[in-house]
């Protein structure tokens, strides 16, 4: 299912959003392909996050208190500056970022792999607490930075690779976490003005793709599957895929299989809508 820009009419604005314990570099291969095939590419870094992983390693301050709302609205400054409706492609917390600003009506249609549950998805699996475990087993934490070692990495987002492969991908592309989005989604459905609540069955919300991969431990499809079951009330297209054997990390071989999927889903499913003001 590979969708080619074989002429400017064709052509796609793709907005990538990295997830946590990453950067834009994360999306690398994904955006490789699709400029090759003629789509414009746009991946940003979180607020405060360009710089490259080795510098955030060596001095993760700017990760400190980083809000949902901070990464959310950045996001919607940085797509109103497209010159029309972009496809949203998030992945874990980007994933869930790219649920927000799809409620909010931005978007020709919008994609989130292996994402973060908004407010309302009770589906809670042990992967997934304990992938959040390291941020959320201390609320000291809640305004600063959470590591991961190489093992609890390998564990949560690598598991179906190598320790010799997971470890590489650790060294290109790890950075720490941030602890708040983790607090503010973690307890949400404790919190009536949650930041990741949705109107599930808001009317202009654009297309929506829900994937992961079967082997994930952060979101399992069984955490997927409740998304969609949620977000399905809304009228637009609604759908739900899960890639067997791979596991959380977007680069995993194989990923080309991934990326050409979500495009053509969006491709075809696509709103075509303005903007709103």
Known sequence: MNSTASD?????????????WMTPLSW??????????GHTVVAKAWPG?????????????????????DVVDHYEKIIRTVDRPPIIIGHSFGGLFAQLLADRGLGAAAVALGTGAPKGVLRLPYSTLRAAWPALGNPANLR?????????????????????????VYQ?????????????????????????????????????????GAED??????????????????????????????????????WEEVADFALSW???????VEIPA
């Open 49 to 69: 996050l360009e710089a490259e992983p080795q510098e955030l390693r060596r001095d993760p301050s700017p990760l400190r208190n980083i809000s949902i709302t």
């Open 8 to 20: 400017p009419a064709s052509a796609q604005t793709i907005v990538l959003i990295h997830g946590m």
């Open 217 to 254: 431990r952060i979101c399992p499809p069984s955490v997927n599957e409740a998304n969609f079951k949620k977000q399905r009330k809304a009228p637009s297209a609604t759908d739900h895929r899960e890639f067997p054997g791979r596991c959380h990390f977007p680069g995993q071989d194989g």
């Open 144 to 168: 600063k930075e959470t590591p991961l070692t190489p093992k609890q990495f390998h564990w949560c987002f690598t598991n179906s690779l190598s320790r010799d492969e997971s470890d590489a």
């Open 28 to 37: 690398e291969h994904w955006a490789e392909r699709y400029r090759s095939q």
């Open 266 to 272: 969006t491709t075809e499913h696509s709103n075509g």
């Open 172 to 212: 290109r592309y790890y950075i720490p976490g941030s602890a708040r989005p983790f607090f503010q989604a973690g307890f949400a459905n404790f919190n009536p003005k949650a930041v990741t609540k949705v109107d599930y069955g808001n009317p202009a919300r654009p297309p929506l793709l829900l994937m992961t």
